[in-house]
């Protein structure tokens, strides 16, 4: 190695140790809890039954193994935030991203907002995952595909995501499970879902 070899790894290693890749780790919470309450449970989730935001958190670090950056966003044109859940969620490492509308009633204000976030991670360095069954996204999800060295993943109830997701699978987008991948949940779920066969537990059923 020549001495402006060794000079040029060195000031490679200081970058990545000034700027690790990061796993960007976007939460839709209103979609994540609309689906748990209407499509799996058929009835409002208490807050026991709801995920534990910090498992999923340690998932999203774990699965690419590298720092995660979780965002949660929420709804906040009613001019109010639910302060415990905020002060909760500050605890466990996430950045509440708490958004006002117009209020006008078909405005998705959450969706506009990570549909921005996904838009301005297009330009920047890191690996993306979303926490969702939306189709809005899908445009936003297609765009960071497109860079060959991103990992784009999707962590939802398979079940329940929209069917368009599809096409991102076959081009590569990963696709990870709220409760049999990222481990979510205290309790198990009343779903009625295909099992891969290595993933089946017969005790589960006992």
Known sequence: MTEDDGQQFAAHNEYQENNPR???????????????????LNRRPSSEERPRWDRIRDFAQNI??????PLFFL????GTM???FVQALLAMGYTPVPLA???AHDEKVVDLGIQRMLDALDGRQGDVLLASHD???IPQMQRLLDDENRRVGLLAFREF????????????????????DAKAFTSPLPRVRIIPLDEFDPTLFL
């Open 161 to 180: 995501v929209n069917g368009q997701f599809q096409e991102l699978l076959d081009r590569g987008m990963e696709t990870f499970d709220l409760e049999a």
């Open 82 to 84: 639910p302060m415990g």
């Open 64 to 69: 690419w193994g590298q720092e995660v950056k």
């Open 75 to 78: 709804n906040g044109t009613s």
């Open 22 to 40: 990061k796993t960007y780790l976007i939460v839709d919470g209103e979609n994540i809890d609309a689906t748990l309450g209407m499509s799996v």
């Open 135 to 137: 189709g809005d996204f």
């Open 101 to 103: 509308g117009s209020g």
